[in-house]
């Protein structure tokens, strides 16, 4: 039982260039998140998505697109990486209201 | 709008001392309070949730964290610090809408002392 898994682990990027991160979740959870971790601030909600095809804004989504097109998988794409958006990434899924299950993150930094 | 407030970037206790994570909320509906631990390099683990059943609430590793409407405090708590205890405490408060959104306390580092 894997529950939510994220790829890649890790990425180095140049300023400009675009990636897409990936979140797969195997509970058949409705509500998926991401957020970014940053030090001395928590972590801090980016998008969501309360079902399939559905997203929304979260606290900070400058900078951020998301998809929603399979129930099981959220991506998260970086249209033009910014030194700003050097962080922890954190993908989240949950059924109703119960706790969230969390993936082991995504290390990025943009040089 | 909800929020949270940790006091305490850094708690440093001796290992068998009693260990005391403060956390303060704000919401103008009845929360659903978390305490999450994240080991390094890893991802958030459920410490335990306060669902406006029993007030005190039991969680895992002999955490405990206590629910007080008047002070809206969720203070975590457990007798006796282990080294393995070592890790940053994060509190949580869930937006009860049709999102079910977690909005985070900045976090506290706990350090364990031989």
């Known amino acids: 039982n894997a529950g939510v898994t994220q790829t890649p682990k890790f990425r180095v990027l140049k300023t400009g260039q675009s990636m897409t991160l990936l979140c797969a979740q195997d509970?058949?959870?409705?509500?998926m998140y991401w957020y970014r971790q940053d030090p001395g601030m928590g972590l801090r909600l980016i998008h969501y998505?309360?079902?399939?095809?559905?997203?929304a804004k979260g606290e900070v989504p400058d900078g951020y697109n998301v998809s929603r097109l399979k129930k099981q998988n959220f991506l998260l794409g970086l249209e033009s990486a910014a030194p700003s958006q050097t962080s922890v990434y954190f993908c989240?899924?949950?059924?109703?209201?119960?706790?969230?299950?969390f993936g082991d993150g995504t290390r990025l930094s943009i040089l | 709008a909800q929020s949270v407030t940790q006091l305490g970037s850094h708690v440093s206790v001796s290992e068998g001392a009693l260990v005391l994570l403060r956390c303060n909320y704000s919401s103008s509906v009845p929360p659903y309070l978390f305490w999450y631990v994240q080991y390094p390099n890893q991802g958030l683990q459920l410490l335990l949730k306060?669902?406006?059943?029993?007030?005190l609430v039991k969680g895992i590793n002999g955490f405990e964290a206590e629910f007080k409407k008047s002070e809206t405090s969720f203070h975590l708590t457990k007798p006796s610090a282990h080294m393995s205890d070592a890790a940053e405490y994060f509190c949580?408060?869930?937006?009860?809408?049709?999102?079910?959104?977690?909005?985070f306390g900045s976090g506290t580092r706990l350090l364990v002392r031989p």
């Open positions: 306060y669902t406006s059943a029993a007030t």
């Open positions: 989240a899924s949950t059924d109703s209201n119960q706790p969230q299950h």
């Open positions: 998505s309360v079902g399939e095809g559905t997203t």
């Open positions: 949580a408060v869930s937006d009860q809408g049709s999102s079910y959104k977690l909005i």
């Open positions: 509970m058949n959870h409705e509500y």
